[in-house]
């Protein structure tokens, strides 16, 4: 019964700015992966989770980024940043940070390439950015290529890291 509560609220917060089908996609998949991180947590990490995530992460629209970023990547590059499944705003080791993410129930190399590429955009504009694709399920070899692409994986509750950490957009 809490897996369908978790789906079908992140479903309702979703719908509007996803549609219908992506956000069921969407709330099936994270809902999935709630469910598999408390079964794997106790109830204090979840809280601290959860705490964590609500200080220290926001939620934001593609489009309020696109007037910092068009003047450095232009309206093509625009265009392909606003199909972002998800744009978020929060902290990485203190540092006020971007996450672009690509959202899929078995990611490909479609899904880094989208992930990667969008995350450029804002490290062009200057903005520190770290891309993600989050999946129920990913071949061993775009596991591979994402690491390679500098790209998180959030596959199954776990985080497989990039071979080498975002790139500060000043360096």
Known sequence: MVAVLNTFAIYEQFRSVLGEERAKDFAETIGKMIDDAKNAATKDD??????????????LE???????????????????????????????????????????????????M?????????RKAGLPAIG???????????????????????VDGRVVAPESPPQSPLA
């Open 46 to 59: 979840v809280r601290l989770l959860r705490e964590s995530a609500e200080a220290n992460t926001s939620r």
């Open 62 to 112: 593609a489009a309020d980024l696109i007037d910092t970023i068009e003047p450095t990547v232009g309206e093509v590059a625009v265009d392909d940043f606003l199909r972002a499944d998800v744009v978020a705003t929060g902290t990485l080791d203190g540092s006020p940070t971007y996450l672009v993410g690509e959202i899929s129930y078995t990611a490909h190399e479609d899904d880094v």
């Open 114 to 122: 989208r992930a990667a590429r969008r995350t450029a955009c804002l």
């Open 132 to 154: 993600l694709v989050a999946c129920e399920k990913i071949p061993p070899q775009t596991t591979e290529y994402a690491r390679k692409e500098g790209v998180f994986v959030w």
